[in-house]
DNA sequence: ATGAAAGCGCTAACAT
DNA sequence: ATGTTAGCGCTTTCAT
């Protein structure tokens, strides 16, 4: 046999012996710290090559300080915008050479906290997502996650960078399309209560009835996910409205589907609109009218913002992304006469 | 003010000074290595709670040789079956203490070696998703990753355990559905041409066509996502099949879409199935036919084969979850004539 | 039962 | 320009 098998990863002293040079040599030549005698550093580059050697990223972080990995902490993955978000953050560091950590609270508020500061420990910085954390809360959690990165929610008082959706206006934009489609009483379906999107919501959803008094509209608690949608469809029919405003798509497909079911035709008989645009909404029958937001470039963004606290630079301004309306085939004019509850 | 800013995180010398003892108590009652006389230990525990102090992760893994840290090299994170791998991994693994990197090869069958590699030397073990690397490829950088656990694609002639899902006998149960449906002209949109689940199907395609000479099928080349499904809905009509079985739902959903443009009626004038039953797929006009695949239970899985060679167990088994045929509306009776191409 | 000291693999003063 | 040495924060012999 030839070369026997390298029994564990090689380490800088092997290279070092084998090109004759002394340790700090080595890690001169390969990290390109200091001028190294040319025919040296050949021997060096040469005898690392021949054992395959890399230095272990383990002890250059212990001794550097830095680890070259953020990590994201989020409720839940199987959440469409989070996916985006780490997909975006993803491939955006790893373009600066920075590995990513996933975290998934499984939607615990309480591991939350503890989560994000344990995984802290393991990386340079964090880029949270925790949209039902009390605002006060967050706050002290915020002082040891330094550098931290916030998306889809402030921290007021701090100067915490966040990378945001603006809800509030999306949801504007769409109260707005149904008033101009003749639409008079309008229902919200609500996502969790307490979660900043859905508060920001709640707020377009204050202005637009102070401005406009001659509609009605109805906040109905609902949920986050299609199930919800579903189950929330009796309800939208009893209520009288002409058009549902669905906390995101996910809860309008499933609303959309539960009426589907029950003969009720979107969007002659019932305006609906969702938010986020996840891929598929404009695939569905009828398309989704919705708010657009850009979920991939949020997680972008947030690693911009991150490399900058990173690069120990100030924090960098926040930055608001303004969703984009997408009015597609499930809202329309409103119809002559509410439709009543079927079955 | 009360107490100082702590300026950088605690260590165990600071621990050590304050109970006054020696560094190595400190370890050990922290990690309950050894007996202890109670009453230093809770001057420990009592002087680790003032300051504060959890152990160095990044010490303890360079001093202890492991990470508790897995990584998921996966080839694009937003493919949905990846994605519910990564969910169903996250999920697993944090329940056994362990955290996950995630790598996004971003398609790139060249980086996805290198990648894995790198990632490789910053934790304990790699799940590996690599559907297109060529199996010599594969074999050799298996060697190098030890321990790894593969996703969707097995390794001949190596011990590497396997979680994956038997395409072949999901696409094999879709063509059974289709063919006592009274179809006779089959289609199926293949996708990555080299990808281990693309031959499964083809295996699966091929044995039908030995048992059922009856039947014809064509194979056109498509791709892997909605857009390719959409761009493919000329050549089914023009292809005379009645039937469709498109290589997942994302393709399935696009070819929809776009049959809808031309007023083809699924399932009247022409059937189509999906593959996975991504979580929008039952609620799709019409809910759409397909082979659910558990992609969360896939991650899960891998995660209980790593953590059996994390103990240093031999590998597992390899293990096999069979699709499950979802007859939903997207599929019915073979219409008497082939449709004609529209437009 | 406890402490002193070596060492995980590396970088960065500090010498020369 | 190169080598020697002292750590980074921890665990674990090895003494006592």
Known sequence: MKGRAQDRSRTIADVAARAGVSLST??????????VDEALAAKVRAAAAELDYTASP?????????????AVVVPDLENPTFHGVLRGLSRAAARDR?????ADSAESVEEERILAVETRRRCDGIVLCAPRMPEEDLRRLLGQLQPVVLVNREARGTSTPAVTADYRSGLTDLLDLLRRDGHRSLLYLAG???????LQRLAALRDFAAEHPQVAVQVVPCGVNFADGHAAADGV???????????????????????????????????????DDIPFARYLTPPLTTASVPVAELGEQAWHRMAELLGSQPPGHSILFRPRLEDRGSTGPAPARAVEAAS
Chains 1, 2 share one sequence.
């Open 237 to 275: 029919l009893g209520s009288g409205a002409t058009a549902v405003l669905a906390f995101n798509d996910l809860v309008a497909m499933g609303l959309m589907s539960a009426l589907g079911e029950r003969g009720v035709r979107v969007p002659q008989d019932l305006s609906v609109t969702g938010f």
């Open 98 to 102: 920075y590995h990513v950590l996933v």
């Open 58 to 70: 383990l002890a250059r972080s212990l001794v550097l300080g830095r680890t070259n990995t953020v």
């Open 26 to 35: 080595v890690s001169r030549v390969i990290n390109g710290t200091a001028r």
């Open 192 to 198: 969790a209560p307490q979660s900043s999107s859905n």
